[in-house]
Every structure is written in C-alpha cells, then in structure tokens.
C-alpha cells in the first residue's frame, strides 16, 4: 500500500504515494477523485504545520496594566484591569508577580485558542494619589478595600 508522509504524519492510502506530502506519484487506474481528495488532505496537513510554526515564531511580548493589592492576610491580591475576572494572589510580592505572568499567560491562550481577539495597548493608566479634606463627620475605616 503506497504511504504518504509528512515531516511528522505518515499516512497509508491505496492508489497514491507522496513524499513529504509535496510530490505525488499516482498509480494506473485509480480514482483521480480520491487522489485529489488526498492531494488536498496532505496540503493542509503542511498548511497546518506551517501556520503553528509561524505563529510560535512570531510571538509577540506585550505589558499589561497590573493591580497589586496588599491582602489583608498578608501577600498580594492581583487582578487584571483588562481581563476581568482574571486574578490570582502571591504570599510575597515575587510570587505575585509570577503568578500574574502565569495566569494571565493562560488567561490569554485561552482567549486565543476560543478565537477572541486579545487587547494591546500602546498607553498605560496614571495611577497617583489625591488628597482630600473629608467632612468632620466623617466615619474612616482603615482596612483595605476589596475589589
């Protein structure tokens, strides 16, 4: 039975017989249909390798706006202005900081593989204080706030 084979895929197909999936030798009285149909089948086995090269070649790094909020168990609550709902949290500020790189990398494949397009930005948010008279009145309470 002739064979067909790609760089990792190697495929067994009565009447035809390619090589790397670029050349294909066919036999005396087959289904020029069904060698077609194969013909196709091999290109986009390659098309498939081709694009997931690419893409894994042309990674691009990006920096996304990153809250690090002290817990009040200790550590660091972190959430992603961005990507709501994705958070995580760090016992001390290197460990938040990996984790924020773990989740949201996971965060964003997934965003990827379900085919949603992923936000770049090209700024990034102020984050600063303001100082503010409160009324006389006023009730503080000095605990963190939880978003």
Known sequence: ??????????????????????????????????????????????LIKIMTKITQTKRKNMRYPTIFEPAEEGGFNVFFPSFPGCVTFGRNFEEAKIKAKEVLELWLEELSVSGEEIPAYRSYPIVDEIDVTLPSKSKILYEPAHC
């Open 1 to 46: 039975m002739p064979i067909l084979q790609t760089k990792n895929l190697t495929k067994r197909f009565d009447g035809v017989k390619a090589v790397d999936g670029l050349s294909v030798e066919i036999e005396k009285g087959k289904n020029i249909k069904n060698i077609l149909n194969l013909t196709i089948e091999a290109l986009f086995d390659i």
